[in-house]
């Protein structure tokens, strides 16, 4: 590792970032998932959604999905009566 990239790492640590959901400051190598693993310790590559935030989402939209119950679709002899 370069001095220079020590560096970068180094303010990288010390580094909070805002949520754009719960509106708390977290820091951003502990509170926020990466995104974009491929451009290496830069604050671009961290979202702006926190851990706890972004967990919620996806269990609550999950959730929904599961909660669908399909009915069958009735038929006509079902629906009219017998004349």
Do not use: A
């Amino acid at each position: 590792m370069n001095f220079e990239e020590q560096i970068e790492f180094n303010h990288l640590l010390l580094t909070e970032r805002k949520c754009n959901k719960c509106g708390r400051t977290k820091n951003l190598l502990d509170g926020f998932y990466r995104t974009r693993k491929d451009r290496g310790p830069v604050l671009s590559s961290y979202s702006y959604e926190c851990k706890e935030c972004t967990i919620k989402r996806v269990l609550n939209s999950r959730s929904c999905k599961t909660d669908i119950k399909y009915e069958p679709v009735p038929r006509i002899k079902d629906v009219y009566p017998d004349w």
